[in-house]
């Protein structure tokens, strides 16, 4: 529909899943980390937290939280066991934001490109993180970011199954091609055929 019932009922089921998440990290005595473009997903997350696991259980930082807060945030994440979870929107994330206390990553959007989504996983997966780091993106089916998450495979020669599109993993981030003479009609083409199947559902061959 167009009056918005789709776009919360895709925010709800990320939001159970994240709830879910958080407390299976939680019983394992370990702490997570949640990306989103999204800050009422984010508070809503974090209420939800609240009740269930009291004020001090989440932190949440946005592009606009003042250097006090957000340094009060980060101190008690790190330091107290009872902060199990941080919720971080994307623009808050500092290219040296370190958050080695957790060991579990969750992205609740498809970033625009890999890289975007490697720098936030960087912010766990970094020097000075001393267990495996886990890394789940969400993605919701029959959407344009299912259909995205398609092309990005099939750009990359990943397109083996359907079923694996949930366990595609971040990984680095492609050099631009060198641009050529003659190749502009083709490549016109082809970003044609993805709007075309990103918007109008149209299937994508491998």
């Known amino acids: ?37 999204c800050r009422p997903v984010l508070e809503v997350l974090r209420d939800a937290l609240r009740r269930t696991r009291g004020d001090g259980a989440v932190g949440l930082i946005l592009g606009e939280t003042n250097f006090e807060e957000r340094m009060a945030t980060l101190t008690r994440f790190n330091e107290s066991a009872a902060c199990c979870a941080l919720l971080l929107s994307v623009q808050a994330c500092a290219s040296g934001l370190t958050l080695t206390a957790a060991n579990h990553c969750l992205l609740l959007d498809l970033q625009s490109h890999e890289g975007r989504e490697l720098q936030l996983v960087n912010r766990v997966w970094r020097i000075g993180q001393t267990k495996p780091v886990s890394v789940k993106r969400l993605v919701a089916a029959g959407t344009v970011e299912e259909r995205m998450l398609h092309l990005r495979k099939r750009s990359k020669g990943l ?29 016109q083409s082809e970003r044609t055929e993805e709007l075309r199947f990103l918007f109008n559902a149209v299937r994508a061959e491998a």
């Open 1 to 37: 529909t167009h009056d918005g019932t789709w776009h919360f009922q895709v925010a709800g089921t990320k939001v159970r899943a994240a709830l879910a998440e958080a407390e299976r990290v939680r019983a394992q005595g370990e702490k997570l980390v949640v990306f989103s473009d």
């Open 159 to 187: 397109m083996a199954s359907e079923s694996d599109a949930d366990q595609i993993a971040v990984s680095r981030v492609e050099e631009p091609a060198a641009s050529g003479a003659g190749g502009g009609a083709p490549e």
